[in-house]
C-alpha cells in the first residue's frame, strides 16, 4: 500500500493513543475489518465518539454484527459470508446450466431482497421472535417471486416449467 501513496499504521485499533498517533483526525477514511465482533465493535465506538466524522467502512460477520454497527452510526457495511456465499451460489447456478443473464437476475433478486430484510430487521433486532417471523414472510415471498419466474420464463428452451416439485425438483415438461 506504501508503494501507491497510502501510508499504513500497525496497532491496536482499540486504544485511542494509537489512532491518535496514527493521524486518525486528519485520515479520510477507516477501514474496520476486525475479525472478533466484540472488539470490532469497541472500535467503532471509539472512532465514531472522537472522530465523529471520520467515515467508517466495516466488514461483518452476520447480520447481528451489521446492526450492532448500524446502532453505532456506521453505513457502509459489508457481510463477509453474504458476499461468498453470492459468488459460490453463481458458481452453482452456472454449474448447473442456467444462462449467465438468469444467474444474474436470481442473485440480483436474492440480493435485493435480503438487504431490504436486512434494514427491515433492523428496527426490531433484538426481538427474536419478529426477525423469525419476517424471515419467514420474506422466505415465502422469494419462493412465490421463483416460481413466478419459471412459470413465465419456462425451462430456456422454449419448452414451460411445471413450479410444482415433483420429487422435490422443478421438471420441465
Known sequence: MRRFGAQIYYGDAGRLDIL???????ARAFVLAVDKVDS?????????????????Y?????????HKLMDLGVT???????????????????????????????????KRLDERRLYE???????????????MS?????EELFARDVEELGDGDGKPVSAEPQDGRVSAG
Open 40 to 56: 470490532s465493535l469497541r472500535i467503532a465506538e471509539l472512532v465514531r465518539t472522537h472522530f465523529p466524522d471520520l467515515p467508517i
Open 138 to 142: 420474506q422466505a415465502k415471498e422469494l
Open 76 to 110: 457502509v457495511i459489508e457481510r463477509e459470508t453474504f458476499l461468498a456465499a453470492l459468488e459460490l451460489t453463481k458458481d452453482v447456478l452456472r454449474g448447473l446450466g442456467l444462462k449467465e443473464s438468469e444467474v444474474k437476475r436470481l442473485i440480483e433478486t436474492f
Open 58 to 66: 466495516a466488514r461483518a460477520r452476520d447480520r447481528t454484527h451489521v
Open 20 to 26: 491518535q498517533a496514527a493521524g486518525a483526525d486528519k
Open 121 to 135: 430487521d433492523y428496527q426490531y433486532y433484538t426481538d427474536l421472535e419478529k426477525v423469525r417471523a419476517n424471515a
